[in-house]
């Protein structure tokens, strides 16, 4: 079952590639913040109506939830606007390579930490390495 899951994973990444392309190109078009509005707008709605019929959950909680749980609206709203903007300039390709090599860095503080309600890991060698071998990418494809 976990093999799905890092599918899964991959699926998404593959995903972000297609969407900061396509919105780097609409950011020409009708304008950086407009592509992202559009964005959000589009994906309000398709939720909508996918929570109106599949939804389990309770956004009534969202009054009682604690405000950092609620920040993620507003990080996905500068994650995306930033890569409309970075896309058209270092390509797809950097400006991935570069998100995920933030995603590591931080994700390690963030189980390094224990922060966000996340379980603890230990920063190791391994983890060290890895984000070092992408930095270097990152600069070979400079």
Do not use: C, D, R
Request: glycine residues 12%; charged residues 10%.
């Amino acid at each position: 079952m976990k093999i799905w899951t890092y599918l899964l994973a991959l699926l998404a990444g593959v995903s972000l590639s297609v969407e900061g392309a396509i919105y780097g190109e609409l950011g020409k078009t009708i304008g950086k913040l407009e592509s992202t509005f559009y964005n959000f707008f589009v994906g309000a709605i398709i939720l909508g109506i996918v929570v109106l019929f599949l939804g389990k959950g309770s956004l009534s909680y969202t009054f009682q939830a604690p405000k950092w749980e609620l920040s993620g609206g507003v990080l996905g709203t500068i994650y995306l606007t930033i890569l409309i903007i970075a896309i058209p300039i270092v390509g797809v390709g950097i400006a991935m390579i570069s998100v995920i090599i933030g995603q590591m860095a931080m994700s390690m503080l963030i189980e390094h930490k224990g922060w966000l309600g996340s379980s603890a890991a230990s920063i190791n060698k391994e983890k060290l390495i890895a984000v070092t071998l992408m930095t270097i990418s990152l600069l070979l494809i400079f």
